[in-house]
C-alpha cells in the first residue's frame, strides 16, 4: 500500500457524515461475546456508527479464533493504558477511542454513542475511490492543532463460521466488519486540509480512522462505500 499526501481546498461535511466508532474486542473463544458480536450487526446497520470488530487472540488456547490476531490484543491493551485501565476483556467496545463499555449492554452503548453523536466534532473526513485509489480527504476547524495518525483498516464484510470446541463448541456465529487488518499511513498537521492517495482495489471494503497519538480519541472515521 502505497499513499502520498498533498493539500486541497477545505470542504463541508454535516453531523450525518461524522459517524461514531465502535470498536468491539472479541473472540469466538468467548463465550460472554456471541450477544455482542450479534449487537454489532445492528450498530452496522446504523449510518451514525462505523462498527468494526477486532478479533484478539488471548483466548485461543480455548478455540482458534479464525481473525484473532497479536495486533488486535495489543491494540486493545493500548486502550487499557491510556484509559488507566489495568485489565483488557472481552466483549469490550471502545467508542471513539475514548469510552470503553461491556460490549452485550446495548443500552450503555447507545447512551455512549449518542453523547458522541452530540457533541461537536472538529474534523470532516470524506472518501473516494477512483481507477484503484482511494482519496483521504479531511479538514479540521480553525485553531485545531493536534496531529492525528492516519489510519486504514481492512474488512471482511461478514462471514459464518462454525466453532467445533472450546466454550461456543456446536455454535455457529455470523461475524460483521472483520478487521483483517489495521495499518498506519502516517500523521497529519490538521493546520492544512488532508489529501491522501492509497491503493485500493474495487472489490477491498475499507474504513480509515483519524486518531490522536496515544490510543487517543477518535476525531474522524469513515467507510469507502
Given at each position: 500500500?502505497v499513499a502520498a499526501i498533498s ?63 497479536a495486533a488486535h490484543t495489543k ?144 476525531e474522524a472515521a469513515a467507510l469507502?462505500?
Amino acid at each position: 500500500m502505497v499513499a502520498a499526501i498533498s493539500v486541497l481546498p477545505g470542504f463541508a461535511a454535516s453531523a450525518a457524515d461524522r459517524p461514531v466508532l465502535v470498536e468491539l474486542y472479541t473472540s469466538q473463544g468467548c463465550s460472554s461475546c456471541p450477544p455482542a458480536d450479534a449487537f454489532l450487526h445492528d450498530l452496522a446497520a446504523r449510518d451514525n456508527v462505523i462498527a468494526l470488530a477486532l478479533h484478539v487472540d488471548y483466548w485461543d488456547y480455548l478455540f482458534d479464533d479464525l481473525f484473532g490476531k497479536a495486533a488486535h490484543t495489543k491494540r486493545q491493551y493500548g486502550y487499557a493504558v491510556a484509559g488507566g485501565r489495568d485489565t483488557v476483556y472481552t466483549p469490550q467496545m471502545i467508542i471513539n477511542g475514548v469510552h470503553d463499555v461491556v460490549g452485550n449492554r446495548s443500552k450503555d452503548v447507545d447512551a455512549l454513542i449518542d453523547k458522541h453523536l452530540a457533541a461537536p466534532a472538529a474534523v470532516a473526513l470524506k472518501l473516494t475511490r477512483e481507477d484503484g485509489q482511494m482519496t483521504i480527504s479531511a479538514t479540521a476547524d480553525d485553531g485545531f492543532d493536534a496531529p492525528l495518525i492516519v489510519q486504514v483498516a481492512h474488512y471482511i464484510p461478514q462471514q459464518t463460521v462454525s466453532i467445533d470446541r472450546g466454550e461456543n463448541a456446536g455454535h455457529t456465529f455470523s461475524y460483521i466488519n472483520i478487521v483483517t487488518d489495521l495499518t498506519e499511513l502516517g500523521r497529519w498537521d490538521p493546520a492544512e486540509p488532508l489529501s491522501m492517495k492509497v491503493r485500493a482495489a474495487e472489490d477491498a471494503h475499507l474504513a480509515v480512522i483519524l486518531q490522536r497519538p496515544g490510543h487517543g480519541k477518535v476525531e474522524a472515521a469513515a467507510l469507502l462505500r
